[in-house]
């Protein structure tokens, strides 16, 4: 299955920094691989598996961060 997460989630999390900001960035990335139209995924799949890392960790600022980062790979890509 393409896209799929290298550390799938074996558990609930608890978001502890702005849980709606972090899940709509997810679900946006989510959604602009499921699009088919981005030509690098391999970043965002790596970002998108370190947001999993983070989110697993509890740590609201390394959450934040890759967060960020997530969000600054998909504007750059055209999905805002």
């Known amino acids: ?3 799929k997460l290298e550390k799938p989630l074996a558990r609930p999390i608890v978001l502890k920094s702005n849980p709606p900001r972090t899940l709509d960035t997810l ?10 139209t981005c030509p ?3 970043e965002i799949d790596s970002t998108l598996d370190q947001l999993m890392a983070a ?3 509890g740590e609201p600022a390394v959450i934040e961060a890759v967060t960020s ?3 600054h790979l998909l504007r ?3 999905m805002t």
């Open 1 to 3: 299955m393409p896209g």
């Open 27 to 36: 679900l946006s990335a989510v959604e602009f691989l499921n699009a088919g």
């Open 40 to 42: 690098d995924r391999a």
């Open 55 to 57: 989110a697993s960790s």
């Open 69 to 71: 980062r997530l969000e």
């Open 76 to 78: 750059q890509r055209g």
